[in-house]
């Protein structure tokens, strides 16, 4: 049963007499609480906090002249008492809270400044289970929830980045808070403790093994970047952190350029889990535009795979994302630099490279330290009217897929490199997807068609395109392997790639059809090989 509301007005603004103070960030604290002092604010702190206001010569009461009962069990019982949370939920102009405060001898708090435990820092670097789970804030959280429920009466400052804003309210109103500065410190302030909640709660998937999709689920980020717009002008847009530390656009190091925008992160993330489906063994590239690959190409060298790639669709390639799986070389750098391109993201670059792009300031250079494991657990969330779909991450690799070739002729040892190489692709590419590819390199690609032999087609005239640029008589698909990333619902997706040129194919099956297709395939003398295993992209 809901409790009941007493209806009473809260004041614009509240004189602050009495502050509480206890961080764990000490940034900016002394100079905020000389601040608090000129305005005749009395402060109390908590074990490390008050000493450090102490050790500046500021009065200030410890925790326990207040409570009356010292800090107990290695300081995890300090603040939750009777004499805080009465100071912090009291409501001062309720007659019935200001009878108990006098009953208690419990003094209002008009201020809270308290940033929580490192919980996400000490994640970051490892910790073992006992030492995060000391980590995580209690006391913390229940008097920033207490003191922004009570808004009305009391603010909350969670982050030193607020200190600046507080204080000129202060000066403004002569020591008060006014009402709509309490609420927007009280938003920030519950954004702040669901934020870090979830993030507790997602460490705790890992910690026990769950699978991630309980009867409740708890989503949180840290604002990492502040965007001009989002997909289109009329959009705003930021990038939260989320603690995941997954190699990628988000986490990479911004090594010169541009502010990233809403599309450059995503197209970026795209490019980068594609071409980290490829061990740095081998050189990869590929070129992302508008999240789906426009080139994928293995080489000798980055220069030869970046090339190979290229070759795929000049076109789109201008202004695309050019994503590689080893150490940017100067070689490779000079060849992307003759094309304008957007961003460009390794998991390392060399001095020579990033010497070269010194040149072009403008373009986004990212280093993200290591290539994404495409086989590592994960999550991936779109939003819905009323809600969100979660899902695991697609982490299943075709190298680790039974492969079973189904037709008369089976596919010789470099068409099967290439249908592998392939299906690989397609696993990146919006479905309806079909990748021809000959060599190690894209010949065609179709992209999210309402058809597949929409997309079949697509990949095969873009393929015609690619020879007429590099002055070819042949389009590439001739001798070409072809991927699908779902079954051929029908035999006419397989009989297009077979007048593309293509000679094997791998999809797949699961099709009520698959008999007419597998026959199909035998009439065209196709190799044909069934994955057990689809990629929708949507």
């Not at 050189?283 to 508008?290: E, F, L, Q, T």
């Not at 037709?407 to 290439?418: I, V």
């Not at 696993?427 to 929409?454: C, E, F, L, P, W």
């Not at 009520?512 to 190799?527: F, G, Q």
Request: with cysteine; net charge negative; aromatic share 6%.
């Amino acid at each position: 049963m809901a409790i009941a509301s007493k209806n009473i007005t809260p004041p614009d603004r509240v004189e602050v007499k009495r502050a509480l103070l206890s961080v764990s960030d000490k940034t900016g604290l002394i100079d905020f609480a000389k601040a608090l002092v000129s305005h005749g604010i009395e402060l109390v702190s908590t074990g490390g906090t008050r000493k450090a206001i102490a050790d500046a010569g500021l009065p200030v009461l410890d925790i326990s002249e207040v409570t009356g009962f010292p800090e107990i069990m290695d300081g995890r019982v300090k603040t939750l008492h009777p004499s805080v949370h009465g100071g912090l939920l009291a409501v001062r102009n309720d007659p019935d809270h200001v009878a108990a405060m006098e009953e208690h001898n419990i003094v209002g708090i008009d201020l809270v400044v308290v940033n929580l435990y490192p919980f996400e820092e000490v994640v970051a670097r490892g910790e073992d289970e006992a030492t995060t789970i000391e980590n995580i804030d209690i006391g913390g959280p229940a008097m920033v929830r207490a003191s922004a429920k009570n808004h009305g009466h009391v603010a909350i400052v969670t982050d030193a980045g607020d200190y600046d804003e507080v204080l000129a309210a202060l000066n403004a109103n002569n020591g008060a808070t006014d009402l709509a500065l309490r609420k927007q410190l009280a938003l920030r302030a519950f954004r702040r403790t669901a934020s870090y909640d979830a993030m507790i709660a997602n460490w705790m998937v890992g910690v026990i093994d769950d699978d991630g999709f309980g009867r409740h689920d708890a989503l949180g980020g840290t604002l990492a970047l502040s965007m001009r717009y989002g997909e289109n002008p009329h959009q705003n847009a930021s990038l939260y952190l989320t603690g995941d530390k997954r190699p990628g656009a988000a986490t990479a190091k911004l090594i010169q350029g541009k502010a990233l925008s809403y599309n450059n992160i995503n197209d970026t993330d795209a490019a980068f889990e594609l071409v980290s489906e490829f061990s740095s063994d081998k050189p990869a590239v590929a070129i992302i535009k508008h999240a789906n690959p426009c080139g994928v190409a293995t080489g000798d060298s980055l220069l030869d795979a970046y090339g190979r790639a290229f070759d795929c669709d000049r076109t789109s390639a201008f202004g695309g994302i050019v994503a590689l799986n080893q150490t940017l070389d100067a070689e490779a750098a000079e060849a992307i630099l003759g094309v304008f391109t957007e961003v460009v993201i390794a998991p390392s670059i060399s001095q020579e490279a990033r010497e070269l792009f010194e040149k072009k300031p403008n373009i986004r250079l990212l280093e993200t330290g290591m290539l994404a494991d495409p086989r590592a657990a994960g999550f991936t969330l779109k939003t819905i009217a009323g809600g969100y779909l979660k899902q695991n991450r697609d982490a299943a690799v075709v190298d680790d897929m039974d492969l079973r070739c189904v037709t008369k002729r089976e596919p010789t040892p470099q068409e099967m490199a290439d249908l592998i190489f392939a299906f690989r692709v397609a696993k990146h590419v919006k479905s309806n997807a079909i990748v021809y590819a000959r060599d190690g390199a894209t010949v065609g690609i179709g992209a999210g068609q309402m058809s597949r032999v929409d997309s079949s087609r697509i990949a095969a005239r873009k393929a015609i395109d690619a020879a007429e640029a590099m002055g070819i008589d042949e389009p590439m698909t001739k001798g070409s392997a072809v991927a699908s990333d779902a079954f051929f619902p029908f035999a006419d997706g397989l009989l297009a790639a077979a007048s593309a040129g293509a000679t094997c194919v791998i999809q797949p099956g699961g099709s009520m059809r698959d008999d007419d297709v597998i026959a199909a395939a035998d009439e065209h003398n196709i190799a044909m090989v069934l994955t057990g295993n689809r990629h929708f992209r949507h």
